[in-house]
């Protein structure tokens, strides 16, 4: 889709990158290459207006829930913050990736580290977007014992942010696991309820409570697929779309 072309539906929108964006498939680390390929959809996003918020998240690194399950010698909230760290590996890599394609950015960290990001503070990270800054958030809420996918929903109601975009490398949400079954059915469009009574592995059942009691809608899309974070943005039907119903 071209800059033409491209006409956002929404006026601020939080994206979710996961800690896989950040390496290549069944890899850990960072990608730079795959790092830079996120870059430049952001890029063609911020150019049209939008005010873009990303939450980005660390298994690329670390998953402190699962790296407390195999190591005895490490406390479970240890662990998290270990994880929460992680994020701001990742978020450090997209924002020098962003700038060097000319994008305005700002890093906000939710646990205090002013040598490399700022304070996460509600009303200064909605200036940054109003002054066409995207605003990359990392360290999840600052505690442990919550996912970044509730991390990605509690900082799109404190921005008032008009839909949370969710970016796999999965088409969108499916009724089984696609790998396992075949024949799984991929929904175009389900409700939060549906989604929770058929216990569909969207975000955390939190997270997904926090969108459905605010009416922020959720949509789950393949990001691989170049142009679809703009797709989604412009309001196009790409993966599956979360609603109230």
Do not use: W
């Not at 929770?196 to 789950?220: F, N, S």
């Amino acid at each position: 889709m071209s800059a033409a072309t491209f006409k956002p539906a929404y006026k601020r929108v939080l994206l979710k990158l996961s800690g896989e964006s950040f390496c290549r498939d069944r890899e850990g680390g960072i990608s730079m290459t795959e790092v830079a390929s996120i870059s430049e959809q952001i890029k063609s996003v911020a150019a049209s207006g939008v005010e873009l918020a990303i939450v980005v998240g660390g298994g690329n690194i670390l998953r402190g829930k699962q790296f407390a399950q195999v190591s005895a010698a490490i406390k479970t909230a240890t662990a998290h913050y270990m994880g929460m760290l992680a994020t701001v590996i990742n978020g450090l890599a997209l924002q020098d990736a962003l700038e060097n394609v000319g994008v305005p950015t700002r890093l906000q960290s939710a646990i205090r580290m002013e040598g490399v990001a700022e304070p996460f503070i509600r009303r200064r990270c909605v200036r940054h977007l109003e002054k066409g800054r995207v605003v990359i958030l990392a360290a999840g809420t600052g505690s442990p014992f919550v996912t970044t996918d509730t991390a990605a929903a509690l900082r799109a109601r404190e921005i008032e942010a008009d839909i949370l975009l969710k970016a796999t490398r999965v088409e969108g949400i499916y009724s089984e696991d696609p790998e396992k079954n075949p024949h799984a059915v991929r929904y175009s469009e389900i409700t939060f309820q549906d989604v929770l009574r058929q216990g569909l592995q969207v975000m955390d059942a939190q997270a997904i409570h926090h969108c459905m009691e605010h009416g922020i809608p959720i949509q789950v899309f393949d990001y691989l697929k170049e142009g679809n974070i703009q797709r989604a943005i412009a309001g196009e039907r790409v993966g599956t779309i979360v609603t109230v119903g």
